[in-house]
């Protein structure tokens, strides 16, 4: 079974689509775990409008802001032996994206975590932005190829056995806690480098600019290898 935990927060204009890629999904073994840290807009009641879609459908409150924390508590709860951790602005335009995460753990039952790619929803999608995420995710192969696995915060595939071995995510990093999480997983399992391929919204994008995120990113990546920790304290949510 796949247990697939959304942090949120205020994602009442985005929740909608993922949660409407996941219902049209041809796998559907598999429960949805939103963790939400006060939301103040219409979220909870946009996620409530699923429930009867999904064998399972829980909606949890929490008090902090922090996705770290959000992602460890949903996956407490959860009961599936494979973790899917999923930004609320996610798009699973693959209709066999979960089936294929399946095949490969059953195929290759030793590896325990998978390396996906994300691009921009294509109905935002510009040229730029299309070839930034060419040229980035390029580079993230050769890093996999070289045994630096690297998966994207917006969609990350875990075993819960071995995602709880290493203690889940670090809820003292509030930047590059994928990259330390992945850090870590390397060291405890083999990682599988994937061809998946997941959709993001580009409001990030088009509100903080490629420059200054690539900046965010490569820096606070770096810092992370160095000294285990995050440059930063706080990665502002853009709406």
Same mark, same amino acid.
């Given at each position: 079974?796949?247990?697939?935990?959304?942090?949120?927060?205020?994602?009442?204009?985005?929740?909608?689509?993922?949660?409407?890629?996941?219902?049209?999904?041809?796998?559907?073994?598999?429960?949805v775990i939103v963790v939400d840290c006060g939301s103040t807009d219409a979220t909870e009641q946009v996620v409530n409008k699923f429930r009867h879609r999904f064998k399972r459908l829980d909606f949890i409150r929490t008090n902090e802001k922090n996705a770290s924390k959000q992602r460890n508590t949903g996956a407490k709860v959860a009961v599936g032996d494979i973790l899917i951790f999923l930004d609320a602005?996610?798009?699973?335009?693959?209709? *066999?994206?979960?089936?294929?995460?399946?095949?490969?753990?059953?195929?290759?039952?030793?590896?325990?975590?998978?390396?996906?790619?994300?691009?921009?929803?294509?109905?935002?999608?510009?040229?730029?932005?299309?070839?930034?995420?060419?040229?980035?995710?390029?580079?993230?192969?050769?890093?996999?190829?070289?045994?630096?696995?690297?998966?994207?915060?917006?969609?990350?595939?875990?075993?819960?056995?071995?995602?709880?071995?290493?203690?889940?995510?670090?809820?003292?990093?509030?930047?590059?806690?994928?990259?330390?999480?992945?850090?870590?997983?390397?060291?405890?399992?083999?990682?599988?480098?994937?061809?998946?391929?997941? *959709?993001?919204?580009?409001?990030?994008?088009?509100?903080?600019?490629?420059?200054?995120?690539?900046?965010?990113?490569?820096?606070?990546?770096?810092?992370?290898?160095?000294?285990?920790?995050?440059?930063?304290?706080?990665?502002?949510?853009?709406?």
């Open positions: 079974m796949l247990s697939i935990i959304i942090p949120t927060l205020n994602e009442e204009k985005y929740i909608n689509k993922l949660l409407n890629t996941l219902k049209n999904q041809f796998y559907t073994n598999f429960e602005d996610m798009i699973l335009y693959d209709q *066999h994206f979960l089936s294929n995460i399946v095949k490969v753990f059953k195929a290759q039952d030793y590896f325990s975590a998978l390396v996906t790619y994300i691009m921009i929803d294509p109905k935002e999608a510009t040229v730029f932005d299309n070839l930034f995420f060419a040229v980035n995710n390029f580079w993230l192969k050769i890093l996999s190829a070289i045994g630096i696995h690297i998966s994207r915060g917006g969609c990350m595939v875990v075993k819960k056995q071995i995602f709880d071995k290493i203690k889940g995510f670090n809820e003292q990093m509030f930047v590059a806690e994928d990259i330390d999480l992945f850090r870590r997983l390397s060291k405890a399992a083999r990682i599988k480098d994937t061809d998946l391929v997941a *959709h993001e919204s580009a409001r990030r994008y088009r509100q903080v600019g490629y420059l200054k995120l690539w900046w965010h990113w490569t820096v606070n990546g770096i810092w992370c290898f160095l000294f285990k920790k995050s440059l930063i304290k706080e990665w502002k949510p853009v709406r």
